[in-house]
């Protein structure tokens, strides 16, 4: 199989496959909408957990090898196909609907399909590379225990359920984490640094389309209108805030690393770091849902009307918990603590029971003015080192 170089970038079947997991999280804020309760967010955030894990192997995988050629290709396509079901199962992810197959098992199965296929593409990717193979086979038995104790969840219901797929989620993420990092290989920053980039955007991308889901079935309105242009708005500061220029540093700082180190980083500031800027992405997704609802009118709902509980709670959270995994990202990758990133965190969180009693046009409001300050803050005080990181040639 042709090998990655350093030079690499993304191939369009990667950005194919990807489409698949818009498709997957559009699920996800969908069915955290028609359960906008505590449990029902913590039942997201794992189901986003199983996701992104299946989607990061292929990061890795398609790091080191072109995922456009020979085997790769046909089995890029089965994986493809398997995530699509396992998506298609997202609604029944925890109750299974009458008639038809059993949406829990399906879902169940078709995550170990998903794996399966991965780590059999990697086992032969691997060829002659001895420490990559020892490392694949040390790899092997915390994915069988994560979608095996999927598989014991998908027969239970309520607070045992729930428990056991935390624990599968435990067991892929804990598993991988013990078995280190030696015989992994990255074999291109600029490659791998650009997928986690385009992974953020289509789950910005998401955030979007819930604008336009949200408010499909309701009369366009003034409120409407503004409340689009707020959510717009907040997901544009977010784009920012990630691509303007700390994209750039960290795939600049994992260029430079080197061996177990460039593995080290890409594990933690990526694969686990990402996590929580996808969480939080969803998060504000389902928050922008339920505000376009409540100013249009939906479900008699009034312009007055405040935004509280697990909605608000999703929409300011979210954000927030996007600033923090930011913020994590950045200090892994460069040392560098983004201390305005974690105080707006903290305050969006200690603001939640103050703008619960608002209308929810106005906490849509508060949280755009503080991601537009927050810009407009970075962008006058690092003015000149944002224009010599944007610009400057990096050999």
Not at 67 to 75: S, Y
Not at 221 to 235: D, E
Not at 326 to 336: D, E, G, L, Q
Request: aromatic content about 10%; proline content about 3%.
């Amino acid at each position: 199989m042709e090998r990655i170089a350093e030079s690499s970038s993304a191939t369009n079947l990667e950005l194919f496959f990807d489409l698949v997991f818009v498709f997957a999280l559009t699920q996800v804020t969908a069915l955290m909408a028609e359960s906008p309760t505590g449990t029902g967010l913590l039942r997201g955030a794992l189901l986003l957990s199983v996701i992104w894990w299946s989607w990061i192997g292929y990061s890795w995988l398609s790091n080191l090898v072109k995922a456009d050629e020979g085997p790769a290709r046909t089995a890029m396509l089965a994986a493809m196909a398997a995530m699509f079901l396992l998506a298609l199962a997202i609604p029944e992810a925890f109750d299974d609907l009458p008639g038809g197959l059993d949406g829990p098992l399906v879902l169940a199965f078709c995550y170990l399909l998903v794996r399966v296929v991965h780590v059999w593409l990697f086992w032969i990717a691997a060829e002659d590379d001895a420490g990559l193979r020892a490392q694949i086979l040390r790899f092997v038995p915390s994915m069988i225990g994560g979608t095996a104790l999927l598989a014991i969840a998908s027969q239970l219901t309520g607070t045992a359920q729930t428990l056991l797929w935390a624990a599968a989620v435990l067991a892929d993420y804990g598993g991988t984490f013990l078995i280190g990092t030696a015989g992994w290989r990255l074999n291109s920053a600029r490659h791998f640094a650009e997928r986690y980039g385009l992974i953020i955007m289509i789950a910005l991308g998401e955030s979007i389309v819930a604008i336009g889901v949200g408010v499909t079935h309701l009369a366009i309105s003034w409120p409407i209108v503004l409340a689009a242009v707020l959510g717009l708005t907040i997901a544009a500061a977010l784009w920012w805030s990630y691509f303007d220029t700390h994209v750039i540093i960290c795939e600049r700082a994992l260029s430079d690393a080197r061996g177990d180190e460039r593995v080290s980083m890409g594990r933690t500031a990526f694969t686990y770091l990402h996590l929580p800027l996808m969480i939080g992405i969803v998060l504000l997704a389902l928050g922008l849902k339920k505000v376009l609802g409540y100013v249009g009118g939906e479900h008699g709902h009034t312009l007055s009307d405040p935004l509280y509980g697990a909605p608000l709670w999703a929409m300011y959270g979210g954000v927030a918990l996007f600033m923090f995994g930011y913020a994590a990202v950045s200090w892994r990758c460069i040392r560098s603590l983004k201390v305005q990133r974690v105080v707006l965190g903290v305050v969006l969180l200690a603001l939640v029971p103050v703008v619960a009693s608002l209308p929810a046009m106005a906490s849509l409001g508060v949280l755009t003015a503080l991601l537009v300050a927050l810009i407009v803050y970075e962008w006058v005080k690092y003015r000149d080192l944002r224009d010599e990181i944007r610009h400057a040639d990096h050999h």
